[in-house]
Structures are given as structure tokens and as C-alpha cells.
């Protein structure tokens, strides 16, 4: 089992910086990768940004890329999201997963964190 803490969501507006964090803690040696969603209201869960674990390499959505920045920290039991240059199309509730590697599927999630961009 793997279980999954995010924080630093907020209220911010248009043009600010928030960053979130993702705790990760339990069998953390079997995850592939880390990555964030989002969903906002009446939408589906969309990805965002993918960090593979035994590498550091990153993916992003096309709308995120170039504003948004995942890493991790020295220790590696914890992901980070830097959002720069927020817009309001970015509010959403933002989830982290972990991938596994046995299935190659988001099977963890984090209760997930609000992130509100006024104009």
C-alpha cells in the first residue's frame, strides 16, 4: 500500500505562484511514477504532470507545460508542483497518484487539494 498526502492548495489570483506537495509514504519502492490531475467540476480528470521515479524525468500536459514544474525532494518520499502563471482555466481540485510497477496504473491516490485562480 501506498498513501499519499497533498497540500498547498489556496485561493490565488491570475498571474500568482502556488506550489503543492505530495507525501508519499508505505511501499513506496514499488511505484513507477508520480503524477498529478486535476478535475474541475463537471469535468473528467485530466493529467497534468508525470515524474518517473527512477530517473526524475517529467511529462506534461500541452496546457501546463512551460508554467507548471514537477521534481523531488533529496530524500525522494516527496513530490512537488510548482505552478507559475496561473490562469483561472487551472482551478480545479488537484489529485496525486501513484503508478505501479506491476500494473503500469494510477493505483494510489491523495484525498486531493483545492486550487482556485480568480481573474
Known amino acids: 500500500q501506498v498513501q499519499l498526502v497533498e497540500s498547498g492548495g489556496g485561493l490565488v489570483q491570475a498571474g500568482d505562484s502556488l506550489r503543492l506537495s505530495c507525501a508519499a509514504s508505505g511501499r513506496t519502492g514499488s511505484t513507477y511514477a508520480m503524477g498529478w490531475f486535476r478535475q474541475a467540476p463537471g469535468k473528467v480528470r485530466e493529467f497534468v504532470a508525470k515524474?518517473?521515479?527512477?530517473?526524475?524525468?517529467?511529462y506534461y500536459a500541452g496546457s501546463v507545460k512551460g508554467r507548471f514544474t514537477i521534481s523531488r525532494d533529496n530524500t525522494k518520499n516527496t513530490v512537488w508542483m510548482q505552478m507559475n502563471s496561473l490562469k483561472p482555466e487551472d482551478t480545479a481540485v488537484y489529485y496525486c497518484?501513484?503508478?505501479?510497477?506491476?500494473?503500469?496504473?494510477?493505483?494510489?491516490w491523495g484525498q486531493g487539494t483545492q486550487v482556485t485562480v480568480s481573474s
Open positions: 515524474l518517473r521515479w527512477s530517473d526524475g524525468n517529467t
Open positions: 497518484a501513484a503508478e505501479s510497477l506491476a500494473s503500469r496504473q494510477y493505483d494510489y
